[in-house]
């Protein structure tokens, strides 16, 4: 068994991300601006958000904190959107997810201009996506395909099967892994919590992704000898052996599961910094318009 180790993938890209800029620099081009907008005080949103900017800081990028307090109308936020829809300086931001409640989400995504939406959200970019089309590929699946590229995990005829739907893993991940290309070219399944018999869909499978948030969900029965299993969940859990009392867990139970794949993503360690890695990799384009004009 062999880890997918995305603290080391997230190295390796960022040393490539800072050797950009480096070169940018010296040309006195414009240097990569990623924006992020914070609304509310979400632990997790915080944890992630910080991670952004500092990532944004070790590779050169320029980045920016917008926060505001969890009582902000959604009007505000609208403005917010609209100042970084206009400003010349931000090549990409994101708002990150969950909003409060009284906050329409869909809305928010929509007023984003497609052409800085880095976390491809926009059905604009989701769309061109599923066409094949140049597009912003949301983080997380694009951390993914970059894993499977990066370690060169074959991919034209394996049957992939993704558990869990939702907009920003499931559906798109299963998306690009059916396509033409590499990685790619895969028959992919996508289940959910509708699926009749599960475990054996996930049987069936060469490559695992497991999307579902629901910790250590995915067991080592439901695992095919040989598989590459790909964990996207990031679930805290109780652990009293621990300082904090608590640990993260993927969505796979990773001491079962393990034994049996030829290849498995750790938690954490694994897909998890690959997406805001990703994150920077779309900015980047954003800020050298390689994928709009
Ligand atoms: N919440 C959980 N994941 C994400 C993400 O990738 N982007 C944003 N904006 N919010 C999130």
């Known amino acids: 068994m062999q880890l997918l180790d995305g603290k080391l993938l997230s190295e390796n890209i960022k040393a490539e991300l800072a050797a950009e800029v480096a070169l940018i620099r010296e040309r006195n081009g414009k240097i990569p601006h990623l924006a992020a907008v914070l609304i509310g005080d979400n632990a997790a949103s915080e944890v992630y958000v910080n991670s952004k900017i500092r990532s944004c800081e070790q590779i ?91 370690y060169n995990i074959e991919t034209s005829g394996k049957h992939c099967v993704v558990v869990g739907r939702s907009n920003i893993v499931g559906t798109p991940i299963s998306i690009l892994l059916s396509r033409k290309g590499y990685p790619g070219d895969c028959t992919v399944t996508l289940t959910h919590s509708r699926t009749r018999d599960l475990p054996a869909e996930v049987r069936r499978a060469d490559i695992v992704v497991a999307a579902i948030g629901i910790p250590e969900f995915v067991k080592g029965d439901w695992i095919k000898e040989g598989a590459v299993v790909i964990d996207v969940g990031i679930n805290r859990i109780p652990d009293a052996s621990k300082k904090s009392g608590s640990r993260l867990v993927g969505d796979v139970d990773f001491d079962s599961v393990a034994p049996k794949c030829s290849h498995i993503t750790p938690v954490p360690g694994g897909v998890g910094l690959m997406t805001v890695t990703a994150l920077l990799m779309n900015t980047l384009k954003a800020c050298k318009k390689q994928v709009y004009e």
């Not at 902000?72 to 609209?82: A, F, K, M, Y």
């Not at 996506?129 to 951390?143: C, K, R, V």
Request: proline share 10%; glycine share 6%; hydrophobic share 40%.
């Open 60 to 150: 050169g990028f320029k980045s920016s904190l917008i926060r505001r307090p969890a009582d902000t109308p959604e009007n505000e936020v609208l403005d917010i959107v609209r100042r970084l829809n206009e400003d010349p300086d931000v090549d990409g931001f994101i708002v990150q997810l969950p909003l409060p409640k009284h906050i329409d989400e869909e809305k928010i995504t929509l007023a984003i201009d497609h052409r800085k939406d880095v976390d491809g959200f926009h059905p604009i970019n989701f769309g061109r996506m599923a066409q094949g089309m140049p597009a912003f590929l949301p983080a997380t699946p694009y951390g993914i395909v970059e894993i499977l590229r990066r």
